[in-house]
């Protein structure tokens, strides 16, 4: 299967590179950063029998999240081509792969400069990185899954609706790293920290971060 990745930045307009995706590539999949099964309902029925009550819900959904988050509004047009090519007998199979919401929703914006000089840069200080090799690390084992299995397996295109950085990250961990490699490309930077304490470390950071290292971690 080809996977073709389209961003949909996290703005104050809709953006619609996403839905012109959907329609121009025809995919067979869709991969979305976002937790939990929710749109993976949909998978299984036959295209012109997808559930319109539990569609209608989701544009509902989307359209009130996207009063406080304008980007949000992006997925109604998505959605919508995607349904239009399900009422035309195309199927597309729907899969959420970003980690848990408990996970995602951990506060970074406590991590005050006490233990980070810059907090409005927060691609610098250890948590933020956490966070971004556990998320990704359970998108890789999605993404994984999912093609190694069911019908994304057999060809046609998948599209990736994930953030360029993500997806590049991801893509890396699918070439099969050494553990070694996985620690240089996450956590070199942090020079008071090694494999052997990096645990400690995440335990000392935040409960819930140290909850998905002992699950999903190749550093336990």
Not at 118 to 145: C, D, N
Not at 185 to 190: S, V
Not at 204 to 220: Q, V
Request: proline share 6%; glycine share 6%.
């Amino acid at each position: 299967m080809r996977i073709l990745q389209f961003n949909c930045p996290e703005g104050d307009k809709v953006d619609l590179h996403q839905a012109h995706a959907v329609l121009r590539h025809k995919p067979t999949c869709i991969f979305f950063e976002s937790p939990g099964p929710a749109k993976s309902l949909f998978n299984r029925y036959k295209p012109k029998k997808k559930p319109a009550g539990e569609f209608n819900k989701l544009i509902r959904k989307l359209k009130k999240t996207g009063e406080k988050y304008p980007w949000v509004n992006s997925d109604v047009y998505t959605f919508n081509n995607i349904k239009k090519l399900w009422d035309g007998g195309h199927d597309i199979k729907l899969y959420s792969i970003d980690g848990p919401s408990e996970l995602l929703r951990v506060d970074l914006k406590k991590f005050s400069k006490a233990n980070n000089p810059h907090p409005e840069r927060r691609g610098i200080h250890f948590a933020w990185w956490v966070r971004i090799y556990l998320r990704e690390k359970i998108m890789t084992q999605s993404v994984r899954k999912i093609i190694e299995g069911s019908e994304c397996k057999r060809g046609g295109v998948g599209l990736a609706f994930v953030q360029k950085f993500h997806w590049k990250n991801v893509q890396f961990q699918l070439s099969n790293p050494t553990k070694e490699d996985l620690y240089k490309y996450y956590f070199a930077a942090f020079k008071n920290i090694n494999p052997q304490n990096i645990g400690g470390k995440v335990k000392e950071t935040n409960p819930i971060l140290y909850k998905y290292w002992e699950k999903y971690s190749d550093f336990k």
